[in-house]
């Protein structure tokens, strides 16, 4: 049994979001899970109007989020004042957090707002981790490994799905918290405050990484098992 390694209580905020169109700072929607300790204590969704409300007929298709669906809702500021609690001395996981980290960046510039201080983790270079077998690493082909049944693009069911994700790929490892399980794989998590952030590692370093550490494996068993015999049988002759 792996032990837990953090006793105070765990926060993690679990969230997903939706763009209009290319513009980094045209997010339209936005769908967040809370949970202390893996039991989800608040939800939240909100559609959001961006500065650009540019038809993307491509994203579009894919979250049937419409140009006029956004014209009286509230713009990324406002909806900040009610969010900004989630994203304060948490730990942040999303699906893509690189990505989905860069347009909340990029919006939170438009409107002038200062980064709060999160640490980050992502559910895709955690699957790239525990599952390198795997060919595809979407959410819908992880809820298909882990029965979670939701419905795909819309920004709240796809927190809740990356979530349950979350919790049974550290639940299935044997730890308690998300920490524990970064701490064992000596990943550390991505950073962001004030005039500073750093990325976690990607999902290709993982894999590299990975094949580094087989790497070593196979030297170090060479080293060991095959050439103390070579040089055993040099001696000889």
């Known amino acids: ?12 905020v679990v969230f997903d979001i939706e763009m209009l169109n290319n513009d980094p700072g045209s997010i339209c929607s936005i769908g967040i899970v809370e949970m202390i300790d893996f039991k989800i204590v608040s ?6 109007k961006p500065k650009c409300l540019k038809h993307d007929s491509i994203r579009y298709s894919i ?5 006029e669906d956004l014209i009286y809702e509230r713009s990324f500021d406002q909806v900040w004042k009610e ?28 409107y002038g707002l200062t980064y709060p201080y999160v640490k980050m983790s992502c559910t895709n270079v955690l699957a790239h981790l525990l599952h390198p077998e795997l060919q595809k690493y979407n959410l819908v082909e992880l809820t298909k490994i882990y029965d979670f049944k939701h419905k795909a693009h819309h920004a709240l069911e796809d927190a809740k799905a990356c979530a349950y994700i979350l919790k049974c790929m550290v639940k299935n490892e044997g730890f308690d918290d998300l920490t524990s399980l970064h701490m064992h794989y000596h990943i550390a998590f991505g950073e962001m405050k004030h005039n500073y952030y750093r990325n976690i590692i990607s999902p ?19 080293k060991l098992y095959v050439l103390p015999e070579s040089f055993q049988y040099q001696k000889k002759y």
């Open 63 to 67: 979250h049937h989020i419409k140009v």
């Open 83 to 110: 969010i900004k609690y989630y994203f304060e001395d948490s730990i942040v996981v999303s699906h893509d957090i690189s990505v989905d980290m860069t347009h909340i960046r990029a919006t939170m510039i438009q």
């Open 1 to 12: 049994q792996k032990r837990r390694l953090e006793f105070m209580a765990e926060r993690l």
């Open 204 to 222: 290709e370093t993982i894999v590299h990484l990975k094949n580094y550490q087989k790497l070593r494996l196979m030297i170090y068993i060479i």
């Open 43 to 48: 939800t939240y969704y909100s559609l959001i």
